[in-house]
């Protein structure tokens, strides 16, 4: 079983940055496929970034790549996304993911057995 706790989202000028973190708890951290989606009202939950158990290979939705970047202090037991160059589309509700899954699909949301409450991220024009 795995508990996660997403917090430093907010609201910012575009163009600006945030620093989601997720913390997790259990001695597993370290051996969990961890992702990053968000989701606007109405809209279906979408994929932002993943990232494996070996912190190598992190995949990246189109929209966001070169802004974002997705990594883990497996010390900590805590997933973190850099957001840089916020735009107003960015604006939703981040969520932090699990699975103890080393093949799982990154991607696909069906995947993850474990999700955060979510942090929602505001971006002003």
């Known amino acids: 079983q795995v508990q996660l706790v997403e917090s430093g989202g907010g609201l910012v000028q575009a163009g600006g940055s945030l620093r989601p973190s997720c913390a997790a708890s259990?001695?597993?951290?370290?051996?969990?496929?961890m992702g990053w989606f968000r989701q606007a009202p109405g809209k279906e939950r979408e994929f932002v970034a993943g990232?494996?158990?070996?912190?190598?290979?992190?995949d990246y939705a189109d929209s966001v790549k070169g802004r974002f970047t997705i990594s883990r202090d497996n010390a900590k037991n805590t997933l973190y996304l850099q957001m840089n160059s916020l735009d107003p589309e960015d604006k939703d509700v981040y969520y932090c993911?699990?699975?103890?899954?080393?093949?799982?699909?990154?991607?696909?949301?069906?995947?993850?057995?474990?999700w955060g409450q979510g942090t929602q991220v505001t971006v002003t024009s």
């Open positions: 993911a699990a699975v103890l899954d080393r093949c799982a699909q990154l991607v696909r949301k069906e995947e993850y057995d474990y």
């Open positions: 259990g001695r597993t951290f370290s051996a969990h496929t």
């Open positions: 990232l494996r158990s070996s912190a190598s290979n992190p």
